[in-house]
């Protein structure tokens, strides 16, 4: 007999809420969309519309207390996930947040704490994590291809135009959302750690050179990591006139490989002192994204749904969105004071 379908309620009706609602279709075997919730209805009632007929709401309480559904789908601004996790899991759902999973360690730390004493699954949105490229790194790593690590570099190049940030006004404010650190190059901070291990300290500078937003719009960071390893990260919104380079590189004592294209979608470097047969498919397994947010939510929400089923799933839950946070407000703080500052 089919197992039954796990239902899904989506807040937050944006730019970004389409991935979840294709990702859903591509699982539609599995899983529905059961209602959806913005504070402006048209954006509610265009995405309820997208869907098997999914209860459209502007009140999110509203959406939690009819239910309906098992797990909660986080698009709203970055500030809110927090807030929208823990009102979720108080009403006795599961929680699926985008990216970044807050932008407070101590509103993280509650949505941590809640959704874990109510024995609700939390799942954070880092589907990067996904990339066919960035698990063939992965692998190469746990397969201790690269020896001792000595260094790791990532650079987030990219344009998001003055019209970008005037679109929804939370977009670049420190209240509600960060700059290109936070947003856009959270998903490679992520990376860094994923693939470095834990930090140790970091110094940085960050300036807002060329948008007119409260956040940074260019940035660049030292990570010392506690295995000795050093890595730095490079972040810019301002290329022109478009996308650069989304790239991420990893030195080793016996092994060096590059992740490159706009959005890790290239394996530009793939050399090892160990050479296997899977090495030549893999330095040509790069693929052209659809946009820079790849195609990781199907995947992502494959997982998902194999978790709450009990199965197996080895993405990234609140403990590992805590840890970007948590390096990227470090970065903040060395940025604001000029110091470097320990983890
Ligand atoms: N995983 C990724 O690669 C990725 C890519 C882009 C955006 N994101 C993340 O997704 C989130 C949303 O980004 P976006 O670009 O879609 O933003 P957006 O501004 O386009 O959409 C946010 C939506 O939330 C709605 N909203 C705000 N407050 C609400 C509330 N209290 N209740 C219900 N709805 C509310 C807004 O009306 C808006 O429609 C951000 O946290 C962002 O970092 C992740």
């Known amino acids: 007999m089919r197992e039954k379908r796990i239902g899904f309620a989506l807040v937050g009706c944006g730019r970004i809420s389409r991935f979840h609602v294709e990702a859903l279709r591509s699982a539609e ?6 209602a959806v919730c913005d504070i402006v209805p048209e954006r509610a009632r265009a995405t309820a519309g997208m869907t098997e007929g999914a209860r459209a709401y502007t009140d999110y309480e509203a959406m939690l207390r009819d239910g309906g559904f098992d797990c909660v789908s986080i698009c709203t601004p970055s500030g809110l996930h927090p807030r929208h996790g823990i009102l ?7 929680v699926l947040t985008e990216k970044p999973a807050g932008i407070d360690v101590l509103s993280v730390d509650r949505m941590i704490e809640t959704c874990s004493r109510l024995r609700r699954r939390l799942f954070v949105m880092l589907q990067n994590r996904l990339n066919p490229t960035v698990l063939l790194m992965r692998q190469a790593l746990e397969d201790g291809r690269f020896g001792r690590l000595f260094m790791g570099q990532a650079n987030v190049f990219w344009t998001r135009p003055q019209a ?3 679109e929804a006004p939370w977009r670049g404010t420190l209240e509600m959302d960060g700059g290109a650190f936070m947003n856009q190059a959270c998903h490679y901070v992520d990376l860094m750690q994923w693939m470095m291990g834990d930090p140790e300290q ?3 500078i960050t300036g807002t050179l060329g948008r007119n937003i409260e956040a940074e719009d260019t940035g660049s960071a030292v990570i010392r990591f506690r295995s000795g390893a050093i890595g ?3 972040v810019t919104m301002l290329v022109h006139p478009a996308n650069l380079e989304g790239s991420f590189t990893l030195m080793g004592e016996t092994g060096t490989a590059r992740l490159g ?3 890790l979608n290239t394996i530009a470097d793939w050399k090892f002192d160990r050479e296997l047969p899977s090495d030549m498919p893999a330095a040509s397994a790069g693929y052209a994204p659809p946009t820079v947010y790849g195609h990781g939510h ?4 494959r997982q998902v749904i194999a978790g709450l089923r009990g199965g197996d799933c080895t993405i990234p839950d609140g403990l590992e969105g805590r840890r970007s946070v948590r390096l990227i407000l470090a970065i903040y703080e060395s940025a604001r004071t000029g110091m470097t500052v320990r983890l």
């Open 88 to 94: 979720a899991a108080e009403h006795g759902f599961h």
């Open 164 to 166: 970008y940030y005037d």
């Open 202 to 204: 970091v110094t940085a």
């Open 298 to 301: 199907a995947g992502f929400y």
């Open 232 to 234: 730095s990260i490079n």
């Open 261 to 263: 294209g706009v959005a």
């Open 29 to 34: 075997q599995e899983a529905t969309i059961a």
